[in-house]
């Protein structure tokens, strides 16, 4: 297969148009085995597709694992994140709530210090079994995940000190690019004014179903030259056939909503995963955009999606129903993969 690659902001770096998300080979609502994700970046790699994402966070050091025995000895290019120590010891049940299935005996420990970024990069590599991350992301700052008090005191770690390690790894070349991997754009605005980010993988907000980025983020990021990395193109199932919206049960408008463009797809005859799949790569803020699977199988269903094309009437009739930004740049149609 043929796959197109594209900068991360203004860096030399490049990354394939299509990546992996690496949360679910840590067992994330369902159980993963260690094969099953070594079986998900074979399919990949196979592929031609060469950017892997993960983060301390999944599976509490299952996902590091995983990837890193994956790619170690290939031509990769790799992103993960800081802002979390994971210090020993299981709690019960942690985060049952976020779908962890048999993590490591870890428990996540905030910390977007200069102190914990430095330690979180370095214990990264050793979890990784690798030399070399080439993105660094900090992970799940903002209020969506700690509320307006708590993500003060961190917003303030990470201004004080937490950037600065981020900016000292990238202008030592230890990382080639940094930014923020979180699952609300409201922090990214913030985060623009206290550092000059390369790019943001932004979960679930840029995508067939949401484009509100469209009205403050975009542009912003297309004025400071940061780049977009697209994670959950699916909205966490939904946009495949699952009743998941942002990690949780979907609401009825987003349902309704969903079964709208579902509908418009197929009356043009395409499967809704394509279309979901093509949408957010039409922006030439977008570097990538890296679904999730859980087995190589999965993953393969998604290279399938990948290599199809679209007719333009599709675009052009979601935009007019509505359901697709009036500034949002449409597709042209031509598949992901060739």
Not at 27 to 42: R, Y
Not at 134 to 161: C, M, P, R, S, V
Not at 163 to 169: G, I, V
């Amino acid at each position: 297969m043929n796959v197109q690659s594209r900068p991360i902001g203004q860096t030399d770096l490049e990354v394939t148009e299509l990546g992996v998300g690496g949360a679910p080979l840590a067992g994330n609502f369902s159980e993963v085995s260690h094969t099953d994700g070594l079986d998900v970046v074979n399919a990949a790699f196979e592929a031609g597709i060469t950017f892997v994402d993960t983060a301390p966070f999944y599976g509490f050091g299952r996902s590091e694992r995983a990837v890193g025995d994956a790619i170690r000895g290939r031509d990769y290019i790799l992103s993960s994140k800081c802002g979390r120590l994971l210090a020993p010891g299981a709690l019960p049940n942690p985060f049952e709530d976020a779908g962890m299935n048999n993590p490591l005996p870890f428990h996540p420990v905030y910390d977007y210090t200069y102190d914990g970024v430095m330690r979180s990069f370095e214990d990264s590599l050793q979890r990784l079994g690798l030399d070399r991350i080439d993105i660094l992301l900090a992970h799940d700052i903002g209020e969506l995940q700690h509320g307006a008090k708590d993500n003060a005191h961190y917003f303030k770690q990470l201004t004080d000190g937490g950037y600065r390690a981020m900016d000292e790894l990238r202008n030592n070349g230890d990382v080639k690019a940094i930014g923020l991997g979180v699952n609300e754009a409201a922090i990214c605005m913030s985060a623009l004014d206290i550092g000059d980010w390369d790019t943001f993988l932004l979960a679930g907000r840029y995508t067939l179903l949401e484009q509100d980025p469209l009205s403050d983020l975009i542009p912003s990021c297309m004025d400071r030259g940061a780049s977009l990395i697209i994670g959950g193109p699916f909205n966490s199932g939904i946009l495949v056939g699952k009743d998941m919206w942002n990690y949780a049960s979907a609401p009825e408008d987003v349902k309704a909503r969903t079964r709208k463009i579902g509908e418009i797809c197929t009356d043009h005859k395409v499967e809704l995963p394509v279309a979901a799949l093509q949408f957010p790569l039409a922006h030439p803020v977008v570097s990538s955009v890296i679904p999730g699977a859980k087995n190589g199988a999965e993953f393969k269903g998604i290279l399938n999606w990948a290599s199809q094309t679209t007719p333009p009437a599709l675009w052009t009739d979601l935009q007019a129903a509505g359901l697709i930004h009036a500034d949002a740049p449409l597709p042209t149609g031509a598949a992901i993969l060739s």
